[in-house]
């Protein structure tokens, strides 16, 4: 595939994901989402939680749930750090009404950090939108 | 010497605690195989992180407002230490090892008339160093609950370590653990990470990619750091793993081998007293009859 790039999703614990012929990745980047296309200018940039959307060759679309991470892209190549991701297809409802429960109460407690705080928000907003579909 | 009852008592529980060692052998064969699985697995995400830093150090341009937990204070005075050993023992010189080495640094550090802080990670230190170094401990941490390692863990002992660092607690903290070359060879290792060394910097052609930042280069560093931090721990406790399985095995291969050849020895040492009974029972017999 000419217009395709190198997508390469690691956690801590085991290489997550790996592809060669990924057309277009959406990030959630911290000041905004972020779309990827071949030959995208080399950055580095975090994530705030929200959706990671893949769409690979055979034009099929995957999308995950992160928490957090660092994103580069490089030569082609995008590299996702990450400690919390998760494949939306497998995640039940229960699982995300948890995560939603326990981000509720941490919005609750007031001496955080103002950037803690967004991200809070933005997780919430991010699991509640799941929840509803 | 030993009667012929206790000798044979002696071989059975040889014997049993043969059968123990090798049992155990077993299990850490197999536990090792995983262990050692999931520490490749996890060299990516370390060694990834490592170079976005490395990037990102050479993107900023004025280090003097670079964050602390990547300059330093600025002092050396007050320095913690982080021991991570295991929770279990029979591991050979596993934990000795680490020790070893942490207890040759502490020297040197209050010989300097510097402030020492210690943090031990695994019940095992701990039990090793309350007896000369009890009043340097600050903190301990132990597992032993959880199963495998997991990342999550990590991130505990980070945030206490990054918490502690935003208290000004210390200055300079080191980490101490096994690092797992292969079954029988596990390296005691000391690395610094805050603040971080840069000595292993190593300049190769990709640092001439101009690299955009979005946010800023401060912020995605003051937000990277606290990760790399939990990632060296994380990386750590897997390497630790790893070698503890390791050197359990070969340990516990030696204690089998060490075993086998004791209940040997025991056994002529059976068989000859049984002889010589024997004998003595002939002569005896032989020498009343003559008698007569």
């Known amino acids: 595939m000419s217009n395709s790039f190198k997508l390469e999703i690691v956690n801590p614990e085991k290489s997550f994901l790996s592809k060669e012929d990924a057309i277009e990745v959406v990030v959630p980047a911290f000041e905004g989402d972020m779309g990827f296309l071949k030959d995208h200018i080399s950055i580095i940039s975090f994530l705030k939680p929200g959706l990671l959307r893949v769409i690979d060759g055979t034009a099929t679309e995957e999308t995950y749930y992160v928490e957090d991470g660092i ?56 699991l509640k939108s799941l929840t509803l579909n | 010497m030993a009667s012929l009852d206790d000798l044979k008592k002696r071989i059975s529980s040889v014997k049993s605690t043969q059968k123990i060692t090798k049992a155990m052998k077993m299990v850490a064969a197999a536990k090792l195989r995983r262990a050692q699985e999931n520490a490749e697995k996890g060299r990516p995400y370390s060694e990834k992180m490592n170079n976005i830093i490395l990037n990102l150090l050479d993107g900023i341009s004025d280090k003097e407002t670079a964050p602390k937990l990547l300059i330093g204070t600025g002092e050396e005075k007050i320095h913690l230490c982080v021991v991570m050993t295991s929770d279990r023992g029979l591991c050979g010189g596993f934990n000795s090892n680490i020790i070893k ?58 945030k206490i370590i990054i918490d502690k660092f935003k208290k ?40 001439e990619d101009n690299y955009e930042f979005e946010p800023e280069e401060d912020e995605i560093l003051s937000n990277l750091l606290p990760k790399n931090i939990s990632t060296q721990i994380f990386k750590a406790m897997l390497e630790n793993s790893a070698s503890e399985q390791g050197s359990r095995m070969t340990a516990m291969d030696n204690a089998t081998r060490n075993a086998g050849e004791m209940v040997d020895k025991l056994t002529i040492q059976y068989n000859r007293s049984r002889q010589a009974a024997i004998t003595k029972e002939l002569i005896e017999i032989i020498s009343g009859a003559e008698s007569l």
């Open chain 1, 71 to 126: 994103i580069e892209f490089k030569n082609n190549c995008l590299s996702v750090l990450t400690s919390n991701i998760f494949d939306i297809k497998k995640m039940d409802k229960n699982k995300i009404r948890d995560i939603l429960t326990e981000a509720e109460k941490d919005s609750q407690n007031n001496d955080i950090s103002d950037q803690a705080k967004y991200l809070i928000d933005q997780k919430i907003e991010v």
């Open chain 2, 101 to 158: 080495k942490a207890k040759s640094y502490f020297k040197k550090i209050l010989n300097d008339n510097k402030t020492l802080k210690i943090i031990t990670v695994g019940s095992k230190g701990y039990d090793q160093l309350k007896r000369t170094y009890k009043d340097y401990i600050i903190e301990k941490i132990s597992f032993k609950e959880s199963k495998n390692i997991n990342y999550f863990d990590s991130d505990k002992v980070g």
């Open chain 2, 168 to 207: 000004k607690e210390f200055d300079v903290c080191t980490i101490f653990y096994n690092q797992f070359k292969n079954v029988i060879t596990q390296i005691p290792q000391e690395q610094q990470i805050i603040p971080l060394k840069s000595s292993e910097e190593k300049k190769d052609s990709s640092f």
